[in-house]
């Protein structure tokens, strides 16, 4: 099933001296991106953040999702088995629809030309536990700036903003430092099940998560599954709290195909 992609619009009030447009997008997974890309040259924003899982980099002595479990917040054994049947169902679906595959050149090309529309930030994802050669030299070469428990400070129509990304292995002496300094902050976390226990409280102004991938199957309004939140997920799309953004993604890393809930890029005035 081929998927379909939305361009969605967020308003936010930052008190800043002129409004900056934020581009978001989440959860490449290496497929081609042309759509994407068109979008985001259609939104012509300011500022690109990416906010993981843009390469499939988990390795193959494991699967993804069981590597996964290995992060900050622990499966209770009922989610466990949720996701486990739900992975069976994945794969009966690839029997029927075949597999989908992914290619890194997607993702080094996707790079190249969202370079060319804003600067570009990316925070590391779920299925990003280390980096190729390759990779770094492609973000070298389009100044992509990684924030792999990081920040960095940047100026932007005469605008100050700092940027940090909270990665799966997250660095919390690392996020106390972060919110700790002055400015305006966004955090890309492509974790949105972080946010109540870790980044609810604290002093960061904009938070911009993925992973979710929109609960998959959305009815009215309500996402299905999401990883690490398991069934009737709370954070699977939209703004919460008037501070944390979930996309819902811009691919379909799953087999089961999406119902009511389209790949998109994310445009945020603030």
């Known amino acids: 099933m081929k998927d379909k992609?939305?361009?969605?619009?967020?308003a936010l009030p930052a008190g800043l001296s002129q409004n900056l447009t934020i581009g978001l997008v989440s959860d490449i997974h290496e497929r081609?991106?042309?759509?994407?890309?068109?979008?985001?040259?259609?939104g012509k924003p300011d500022l690109i953040m990416v906010a993981g899982d843009t390469?499939?980099?988990?390795?193959?002595?494991?699967d993804a999702a069981d590597r996964d479990a290995r992060r900050i917040l622990k499966e209770g054994a009922g989610t466990k088995?949720?996701?486990?049947?739900?992975?069976?169902?994945?794969?009966?679906?690839?029997?029927?629809?075949?597999?989908?595959?992914?290619?890194?050149?997607?993702?080094?090309q996707f790079l190249r030309e969202a370079g060319k529309i804003a600067p570009v930030f990316l925070s590391p994802g779920n299925h990003e536990w280390y980096w190729l050669p390759e990779d770094l030299e492609i973000m070298k070469e389009t100044e992509t700036r990684l924030l792999d428990n990081k920040d960095c400070e940047v100026e932007i129509k005469g605008i100050s903003v700092r940027i940090g990304g909270l990665s799966t292995e997250a660095d919390f002496e690392w996020l106390e430092s972060f919110c700790g300094k002055d400015?305006?902050?966004?955090?890309?976390?492509?974790?949105?099940?972080?946010?109540?226990p870790y980044l609810k409280d604290r002093n960061i102004n904009l938070i911009l998560s993925g992973h979710a991938h929109g609960g998959q199957i959305r009815i009215r309004n309500q996402g299905i599954y999401a990883p690490g939140q398991g069934l009737?997920?709370?954070?699977?799309?939209?703004i919460?709290?008037?501070?944390?953004?979930v996309t819902t993604g811009a691919a379909n890393t799953a087999s089961v195909p999406r119902w009511g809930n389209p790949c998109e890029v994310v445009m945020i005035q603030i």
């Open 240 to 245: 919460y709290d008037g501070k944390l953004i």
């Open 55 to 62: 390469f499939e980099r988990y390795g193959t002595d494991m």
């Open 232 to 238: 009737f997920p709370k954070y699977t799309k939209g």
């Open 81 to 108: 088995m949720i996701r486990h049947i739900l992975m069976r169902l994945d794969d009966l679906f690839d029997g029927i629809s075949g597999k989908r595959t992914h290619d890194p050149e997607n993702a080094y």
């Open 183 to 196: 400015g305006y902050k966004i955090l890309l976390c492509h974790h949105p099940e972080y946010y109540e």
């Open 5 to 10: 992609y939305v361009l969605t619009e967020y």
């Open 32 to 42: 081609n991106m042309e759509e994407i890309l068109a979008l985001l040259r259609q």
